[in-house]
């Protein structure tokens, strides 16, 4: 039995099905990515995919389970064969709670929103989206290729398509001297989408990729663990008017903060505040040493 699987998916998609429609990201350049530097982009034929969503029903039997399709940009794939996929892969697994992907902004913000609608109506229910930050220049300096219009446009459409939308952002993108901006930013535009899911994750330095290299030259200066905090926090008190889940679950980050908005920001300020305060008074022992990751 031969079954693909997507090399990434969000922490949430930890106990997912997980499938795979392309391999890679149709993009690759963002400075601080390495996750499918090594491959190249490929669309998997519609064929393909069903064989494997075959192999996978003869391996897990139709249970209740979330499933997660890869990689890193599916509704960048025809709008037809997507759906074609969706409905086979519903045929096969009638118990299905949730179907997730990734999707990239500039993708979805140039996408007819009758190709969304017609995504949701086959199945798909969330889409994973990185936001990064909400900086202009900050999205510019690590060539995201998208712009906080693109962002806005493309988390509207999501949800006006029927489609839960998570967003995710970087704590610490900014550096040191950038993350006042990088938080106010990400807020406003956050503000102007209300997504279903905030989801923060720590930058990580990964070698041989741009922003580690930006970092080697000294053009991007990592913040501190109190930067960082102080950073979610004014995020936290910037966000206004909005109805989404607050989630801090990556390995990667120092505080776990959980919450819905509005209703537990000034629990969410309270658990900031109190390590903030501590750091504050250990200020003078902290150090910007970024954490470095490999990808294998
Ligand atoms: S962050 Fe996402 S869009 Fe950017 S290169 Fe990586 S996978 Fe592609």
């Given at each position: 039995?031969?079954?693909?699987?997507?090399?990434?998916?969000?922490?949430?998609?930890?106990?997912?099905?997980?499938?795979?429609?392309?391999?890679?990201?149709?993009?690759?350049?963002?400075?601080?990515?390495?996750?499918?530097?090594?491959?190249?982009?490929?669309?998997?034929?519609?064929?393909?995919?069903?064989?494997?969503?075959?192999?996978?029903?003869?391996?897990?039997?139709?249970?209740?389970?979330?499933?997660?399709?890869?990689?890193?940009?599916?509704?960048?794939?025809?709008?037809?064969?997507?759906?074609?996929?969706?409905?086979?892969?519903?045929?096969?697994?009638?118990?299905?709670?949730?179907?997730?992907?990734?999707?990239?902004?500039?993708?979805?913000?140039?996408?007819?929103?009758?190709?969304?609608?017609?995504?949701?109506?086959?199945?798909?229910?969330?889409?994973?989206?990185?936001?990064?930050?909400?900086?202009?220049?900050?999205?510019?300096?690590?060539?995201?290729?998208?712009?906080?219009?693109?962002?806005?446009?493309?988390?509207?459409?999501?949800?006006?398509?029927?489609?839960?939308?998570?967003?995710?952002?970087?704590?610490?993108?900014?550096g040191a001297d950038?993350?006042?901006?990088?938080?106010?930013?990400?807020?406003?535009?956050?503000?102007?989408?209300?997504?279903?899911?905030?989801?923060?994750?720590?930058?990580?330095?990964?070698?041989?990729?741009?922003?580690?290299?930006?970092y080697?030259?000294g053009?991007y200066k990592p913040p501190?663990?109190?930067?960082?905090?102080?950073?979610?926090?004014?995020?936290?008190?910037?966000?206004?008017?909005?109805?989404?889940?607050?989630?801090?679950?990556?390995?990667?980050?120092?505080?776990?903060?959980?919450?819905?908005?509005?209703?537990?920001?000034?629990?969410?300020?309270?658990?900031?505040?109190?390590?903030?305060?501590?750091?504050?008074?250990?200020?003078?022992?902290?150090?910007n040493?970024?954490?470095?990751?490999?990808?294998?």
């Amino acid at each position: 039995m031969v079954y693909e699987l997507p090399p990434f998916r969000p922490p949430s998609e930890a106990y997912s099905m997980l499938l795979r429609v392309t391999r890679g990201c149709p993009w690759n350049r963002c400075k601080f990515c390495g996750m499918y530097k090594m491959m190249r982009f490929e669309t998997r034929s519609v064929e393909e995919v069903k064989a494997d969503i075959d192999a996978a029903r003869e391996f897990y039997g139709d249970r209740k389970m979330n499933v997660f399709i890869g990689d890193a940009d599916s509704p960048v794939i025809k709008t037809d064969d997507f759906v074609e996929i969706l409905r086979y892969l519903r045929s096969q697994f009638t118990q299905i709670q949730r179907v997730t992907s990734y999707g990239r902004a500039k993708t979805l913000a140039l996408m007819a929103p009758d190709k969304l609608k017609r995504l949701a109506e086959a199945g798909l229910d969330r889409l994973h989206l990185g936001l990064e930050t909400g900086d202009p220049k900050l999205l510019q300096f690590i060539n995201k290729g998208s712009t906080p219009e693109h962002m806005i446009k493309a988390g509207r459409k999501v949800k006006a398509a029927g489609i839960e939308l998570s967003e995710y952002l970087m704590l610490g993108l900014g550096g040191a001297d950038g993350w006042e901006s990088h938080a106010r930013e990400s807020a406003a535009v956050l503000n102007a989408i209300d997504p279903d899911f905030i989801r923060v994750r720590t930058t990580s330095l990964i070698p041989d990729t741009p922003l580690f290299e930006a970092y080697e030259k000294g053009e991007y200066k990592p913040p501190t663990i109190l930067d960082m905090l102080m950073e979610e926090r004014l995020l936290i008190e910037c966000l206004e008017g909005i109805h989404s889940e607050f989630h801090s679950d990556h390995v990667s980050n120092f505080v776990p903060v959980f919450g819905k908005f509005m209703e537990d920001k000034p629990e969410m300020l309270k658990t900031l505040d109190a390590v903030i305060e501590r750091l504050e008074k250990n200020k003078d022992k902290l150090t910007n040493e970024p954490r470095i990751v490999t990808v294998m």
